[in-house]
C-alpha cells in the first residue's frame, strides 16, 4: 500500500495571509490546487478582533467565535461566499479592516449529506452537512433532543478529534480528541485543564459512523441546534496525537509523517494553558522567532522564540515554553500536512531552513 494516497495536501487544507482593504473583496488561495473551502476560520493579527468560523452547512456570514462561548450570530458584511477557490469578505472590521493583516485556515468538506436516523438505523438523531472521506473531514449540524444519542458523521472511519458548539446559546465550546477518550473533554475556548463530565460526550467512543452526546448544554440541548467539526486522521496529510514536554531546548520531536502547515498545540495537565496554533505562511523559515496565536483568546498576535520547528516529518520542541514544552507534561495536538513525507510515487519531502 502506499504510503500516502494526499500527495497535494493544499487540495483540502490551504492557509492563507491577506491584508484587509476596507471594501468587499474576493481573496484567492495559494496552493497550486484550486480549493473551494467548506470551513473558513480567521483571525486578524494585529488587533483583539475574535478568531471566527464560517462554514458551508451554516452558510457564508454566519459567524460563530472560537474564544467566546457566545452564540453564533450573523453578519452580511462578513465572509459573503465561498468562491472556487478562496472566499468573499464583506467590509466587517473582523474579516476586512483596511491596512490589517490576517490569516485564514481553510478546509475542504465537499459532499452534501443528510441522515435520517429513524430510515437508515445510522444513529439515534438526525443530521446534515457535508464530507470528505478522503481528507477524513466532516461538518455535522444537528438539533438536540436533551437525552443521550447517537449522530452519524459520515466520515467512515472513526474520528481522531470533534469539535462542538451550540449554535443557539451562550455555552462553551467542547472538544473529543482520542488521547484524552469520551471520558474526559476539553474547552476550545478557555485555558482549563481536561475534565470529566459524562453529559457531554456519554463516556463513549466515536465509531466508524457515530459520535455520542450525553445531555449536555454544550453538545446536545433540547431542540437547539448544534455543529461539530470532525477530523479523522490521513497518513501523510493530518495527525492528531499526544506527546510529553522535556522543558529544554532539545524538546520533544513529534512525528507526524509529514512536513507539517498547521499545527494546533494544547497543554492538558498540570497547569492552564492556551490552544496555541502555528502554521507555514506565518512562520515560514525555523530557528526564528515565531508568531503566536492562540484560539482561546482574542489576544493579537505575538513572537515568542520558544516554539516548535517545522521538519519534513514532524515538528520539535525548541524551548522551555510551556505552553510547546510543559516538563513532564502532557499535551496534545492536531496537524495537517504542507507535504507528506514520502509520496505515494515514493518522493521524499525535504525539511525547511
Known amino acids: 500500500m502506499a504510503y500516502t494516497t494526499i500527495d497535494d495536501p493544499t487540495a483540502f487544507f490551504q492557509c492563507k495571509l491577506y491584508t484587509g482593504t476596507g471594501s468587499s473583496h474576493a481573496i484567492s488561495l495559494d496552493g497550486p490546487t484550486d480549493m473551494q473551502p467548506d470551513m473558513v476560520w480567521w483571525k486578524e493579527r494585529t488587533s483583539t478582533d475574535y478568531h471566527t468560523i464560517v462554514d458551508s452547512v451554516r452558510g457564508a456570514t454566519k459567524r460563530i467565535f472560537t474564544n467566546v462561548d457566545e452564540a453564533a450570530d450573523t453578519n452580511a458584511e462578513s465572509l459573503k461566499s465561498f468562491q472556487s477557490n478562496g472566499f468573499t469578505m464583506g467590509t466587517n472590521t473582523g474579516a476586512n479592516h483596511a491596512n490589517q493583516t490576517y490569516v485564514a485556515w481553510n478546509w475542504k468538506a465537499g459532499t452534501s449529506f443528510t441522515n435520517d436516523a429513524s430510515s437508515t438505523s445510522v444513529g439515534s438523531i438526525d443530521s446534515a452537512g457535508s464530507v470528505n472521506t478522503d481528507a477524513g473531514f466532516s461538518i455535522v449540524s444537528y438539533t438536540g433532543t436533551g437525552s443521550a444519542g447517537t449522530i452519524a458523521h459520515g466520515l467512515g ?29 476539553l474547552y476550545l475556548n478557555a485555558t482549563d485543564q481536561a475534565g470529566t463530565d459524562s453529559g457531554h460526550f456519554n463516556d463513549t467512543e466515536p465509531t466508524s459512523s457515530v459520535f455520542s452526546v450525553g445531555n ?28 510529553t514536554g522535556n522543558n ?14 498547521f499545527v494546533m498545540v494544547k497543554l492538558i495537565d498540570n497547569q ?18 515565531s508568531a503566536r496565536l492562540r484560539a482561546n483568546t482574542n489576544a493579537a498576535e ?5 516554539e516548535i520547528d517545522f ?43
Open 311 to 353: 521538519l519534513s516529518n514532524g515538528f520539535k520542541c525548541r524551548g522551555d515554553d510551556g505552553e510547546f514544552n510543559g516538563p513532564g507534561f502532557n499535551h496534545i495536538y492536531m496537524a495537517f500536512a504542507e507535504n507528506p513525507f514520502v509520496t505515494s510515487t515514493g518522493v521524499p519531502s525535504t525539511t525547511r531552513l
Open 272 to 289: 492552564t494553558d492556551g490552544w496555541v496554533m502555528e502554521d507555514n505562511k506565518r512562520n515560514p523559515i525555523n530557528l526564528a522567532a
Open 157 to 185: 472511519v472513526k474520528p481522531a478529534m470533534i469539535i462542538f458548539k451550540n449554535r443557539s446559546r451562550a455555552t462553551n465550546w467542547l472538544v473529543y480528541h482520542k488521547d484524552i477518550a469520551a471520558t474526559k473533554f
Open 216 to 243: 449536555a448544554n454544550g453538545t446536545n440541548y433540547d431542540s437547539e441546534a448544534h455543529i461539530a467539526y470532525c477530523y479523522a486522521e490521513k497518513q501523510g496529510y493530518s495527525k492528531f496525537g499526544i506527546y
Open 248 to 261: 529544554v531546548v532539545d524538546g520533544a520531536f513529534v512525528y507526524t509523517g509529514f512536513k507539517p502547515a
Open 302 to 306: 505575538f513572537s515568542s522564540s520558544n
